[in-house]
Nanobody, 113 residues
Framework: QVQLVESGGGLVQAGGSLKLSCVAS????????MAWYRQAPGKEREWVAT???????NYPDSVKGRFTMSRDNAKNTVYLQMNSLKSEDTAVYYCKRVRANLWGQGTQVTVSS
């Protein structure tokens, strides 16, 4: 079954950290670029991070320096380490296979101020 399953969300105070995980199955993970997106209530889904097959990452300015995306090809897993969290980071976070319309179910991150 082709799927992405996220985990690791939760409630954290502003300034804290969380690490999200996304386990992929049903496709050849090692040859796929992967990404994280997020969607806050009442807002459009926005791009958060991308990692290519070589491990090179890209981030928008809103999270650069605070978020780090990584991958473990042996575990078919991508991660999103989120530090110095702010209330505006509150959203549902989704994992995505870049070259396909394949999304996970999302994991809720809530940052309390």
């Amino acid at each position: 079954q082709v799927q992405l399953v996220e985990s690791g969300g939760g409630l954290v105070q502003a300034g804290g950290s969380l690490k999200l995980s996304c386990v992929a199955s049903g496709f050849i993970f090692v040859v796929n670029d992967m990404a994280w997106y997020r969607q806050a209530p009442g807002k459009e889904r926005e791009w958060v991070a991308t990692i290519n097959v070589s491990g090179t990452t890209n981030y928008p300015d809103s999270v650069k320096g605070r978020f780090t995306m990584s991958r473990d090809n042996a575990k078919n897993t991508v991660y999103l380490q989120m530090n110095s969290l702010k209330s505006e980071d509150t959203a549902v976070y989704y994992c995505k296979r870049v070259r396909a319309n394949l999304w996970g179910q999302g994991t809720q991150v809530t940052v309390s101020s």
